[in-house]
């Protein structure tokens, strides 16, 4: 069962932006805690940005002051604005859940759910 999916990877030049989101399936109220990672060509996938269930964000130090973690009022997409983009940050970008509620009277559930990525290239 697919329980997130992730849109908006494409090319892009550098220098450029991209906005990726992650949609929560139907079968999913909320996604409370989780984050995107990507993985390049020949290397491990590594954490790109996380949100927590209180709203506080990390950030990989390659990625810091460029990209941006966010999730709506819904809590039902998080999304990754991706700026002043860099050949090195080509990768297929996962989305991950930790945490999700699948009813609003449910408490938060420890989860290990991943999209199925999607591809961001920059590239002049």
């Known amino acids: 069962q697919e329980f997130l999916v992730e849109s908006g990877g494409g090319l892009v030049q550098p220098g450029g932006s991209l906005r990726l989101s992650c949609a929560a399936s139907?079968?999913?109220?909320?996604?409370?805690?989780g984050g995107w990672y990507r993985q390049a060509p020949g290397k491990q996938r590594e954490l790109v940005a996380n949100?927590?269930?209180?709203?506080?964000?990390n950030y990989a130090d390659s990625v810091k002051g460029r990209f941006t973690i966010s999730r709506d009022k819904r809590e039902r997409t998080v999304f990754l604005q991706m700026n002043s983009l860099k050949p090195d940050d080509t990768a297929v970008y996962y989305c991950?859940?930790?945490?999700?509620?699948?009813?609003?009277?449910?408490?938060?559930?420890?989860?290990?759910?991943w999209g199925k990525g999607t591809l961001v290239t920059v590239s002049p």
């Open positions: 949100i927590m269930s209180d709203g506080n964000t």
């Open positions: 991950h859940a930790d945490k999700v509620k699948y009813d609003p009277f449910d408490s938060q559930r420890a989860v290990d759910y």
């Open positions: 139907a079968s999913i109220f909320s996604i409370n805690a």
